[in-house]
């Protein structure tokens, strides 16, 4: 059995990256709300685009938690 250790400097990574993500998508769905005339494909394919990367970074984040608090140091 492999047995798969972390530090708490990939969790403060993970963190970074999620952060990155929360931040650039919703400038984007700031800058989206704002633009008229577009096809409702175009935003159709962009909300789900914002939904899976936001659920990306809640993801990242839970396994920067689970490492935080798994890391003794």
């Not at 700031?30 to 993801?59: C, E, M, P, W």
Request: charged share 15%.
């Amino acid at each position: 059995m492999l047995v798969v250790t972390h530090s708490r400097r990939y969790a403060w990574l993970l963190f970074a990256i999620a952060a990155w993500n929360l931040v650039i998508w919703t400038t984007f769905i700031k800058n989206l709300l704002q633009d008229d005339g577009r096809s409702t494909g175009f935003y159709l394919a962009h909300t789900v685009l914002i939904v899976v990367d936001l659920l990306i970074a809640v993801v990242l984040a839970a396994v920067g938690v689970r490492i935080w608090k798994a890391d003794p140091s």
